[in-house]
């Protein structure tokens, strides 16, 4: 080997080092990236349950008020207003997999499809 290709030969390994450094660092913020998501997905979930149990609460205490007045037993109201909610509750896990699950992971699969080819457009 002469001088001049043990020269290109340092600048080769160095040129390699610096491009597996910058793929180790465009790692890391991908990660990041996709956690932050992730996190906020949860987060988000939470608040939105605790709406929800809240608004349900407070709409079913209306409607057992309601039908109190019409069948003049609050405690049957009670009853009558837990019985649809159980339903309710029933016909929503026997369809999670159509109405929950395939849509969030459509949703997600779609989200992480979207990342690529836009990363593919702008040449990363």
Known sequence: MTLNNRGNAGNLANDAEGVLTMLKQYMK?????????AAT???LG???F???TSAIFFLSTGVVKSVSRLIGNETAAYYLVGGVLVLVILV????????IERPVVKSISQSILKEETDDEKAGV
Do not use: P
Not at 29 to 37: H, P, R, T
Not at 92 to 99: C, D, H, I, P, Q
């Open 41 to 43: 997905f949860l987060i």
């Open 92 to 99: 929503v896990y026997l369809n999670r997999k159509a109405w």
């Open 29 to 37: 913020l991908e990660a990041i990236d996709k956690l932050s998501v």
């Open 50 to 52: 605790a709406l929800a």
């Open 46 to 48: 939470g608040v939105m």
